[in-house]
């Protein structure tokens, strides 16, 4: 599963940490953890998921809308 949450994080925006974090109500150490395999906070995989495909939509979206200019 920490292979396929690697991948993800290319999608993730800045201080996406931070973010889950104050979400969360918890450090940026239990994010990362989670995020690397450490802790099974699914809450945290299913939320950071999610953002990560928001900003894919978003860059696909926003590469359509730059096609119409080429």
Same mark, same amino acid.
């Given at each position: 599963m920490v292979d396929e949450i690697k991948k993800i994080k290319k999608y993730l925006p800045k201080r996406y940490i931070q973010t889950l974090a104050e979400e969360f109500g918890c !450090? %940026?150490? #239990?994010i990362l953890? !989670?995020?690397n %395999? @450490? #802790? @099974? @906070?699914f809450d945290i995989i299913e939320r950071a998921i999610e953002l990560a495909r928001e900003v894919k939509e978003?860059?696909?979206k926003i590469l359509e809308e730059l096609k119409e200019f080429s």
């Open positions: !450090t %940026g150490t #239990t953890n !989670t995020l %395999g @450490r #802790t @099974r @906070r978003k860059n696909q």
